[in-house]
């Protein structure tokens, strides 16, 4: 919106600079996530109590957290949307796509989080799973008829690696954006935990996002230019924000947790965001940490299946750390830190080509 009104209609040319607009969209939402939060968590904190709460009793040093109100991730989605309005284009294709990501999956979030407060169980997996395919096709379908999108899948590292992999494209990405949303949602099981390498990503892909948007940056460095793709560095901007001003309540201890709203919405983001800066391989780098939470659970399940005996104390494998006696904040510190550095392995890529 001011994006219009300051650089279009008054010709103030300073706001038509995407690293600008980014840096005013992060700290609008950080800002305005700082001031609703206090407000969001007494009312939901209230709400819990009449509720009667939510049962985490599964490891012993989760019984203080019954109260602990959920669904701030919903505030995270209304807080990028508004950030994300003031400062985008609103002529660019890529970011109301990813507007849509977040509303339909973080509706979808919000949605489970209500009917587990109100009936202690969430939605089904079936019915959860099938919203979830039918948003990322949406999304996915939308991405491969636009004109100025293709359906290539790029390889880091090589400059010459790449296939077209037609209209099986589109079931590639259904399954990216799917299967990320998932396992960002399997990470949250902690203070601070699932928040802290879901913004070291966002943070990886803005320069992904802003390279790639960029004719000349990104024939220097040998990556595929997506014309658009550089608007999509203000729309992580904002989200970056509102998830630093989510991380300000939501570290240990928590004074509020994302809950599927935030957790299903967001991997749905990341995922598109890999597609749409045909990043779709380094995804599972710098989300790394993601990567493993998932193999965690499936290697448990998969195993326990065929032999009736467990690898892990408990899945995912962030809770099998503190089976172990890992205190629960030095868990979330380290992982934050193995983030940091998949990310600068991911990030390596823009040069070893």
Known sequence: ?????????????????????????????????????????KKLKALQRLKGGYERDFLDNHTGKK??????????????????????????????VLLFVLLSFGILGFWDDWMKLNSKRGLSAKTKFSFQVL?????????????????????????????DLGFFYVLFMIFIIVATSNAVNLTDGLDGLAIGPALISVSAFSIFAY??????????????YVEGSGEVAVFLMALLGAGLGFLWFNSFPADIF??????????????????????????????????VETLSVIIQVTYFKLTGKRIFLMAPIHHHFEKM??????????VWIISIILAIVALSTLKIR
């Open 135 to 163: 948003f990322a096709t949406a999304a996915s379908l939308a991405l491969y008829f636009y004109p100025k999108f293709n359906s290539v899948l790029y390889f880091p590292f090589f400059k010459e690696l790449y296939f």
């Open 67 to 96: 109260y602990t109100p959920s669904m701030g991730g919903m505030l995270i989605s209304i807080t990028v949307l508004f950030s994300t309005l003031l400062w985008c284009r609103f002529d660019n294709f890529f970011v109301w």
């Open 258 to 291: 994302m809950g599927d709203s935030g957790s299903l919405s967001i991997g749905a983001v990341l995922g598109t965001t890999a597609i749409i800066t045909k990043q779709e391989i380094v995804l599972a780098i710098v989300g790394g940490i993601f990567v």
């Open 1 to 41: 919106m001011l994006y219009h009104i300051l650089y279009q209609y008054f010709d103030i040319n300073l706001f038509k600079y995407i690293t600008l607009r980014g840096f005013l969209a992060l700290l609008t939402a950080f800002f305005i996530s700082l001031i609703i939060y206090p407000i969001l968590i």
């Open 211 to 224: 390279i790639a948007g960029n004719a000349v940056l990104s024939r220097y460095l040998f990556l595929p």
């Open 325 to 334: 006696g890992i205190p629960e904040n030095k868990i979330v510190v380290r």
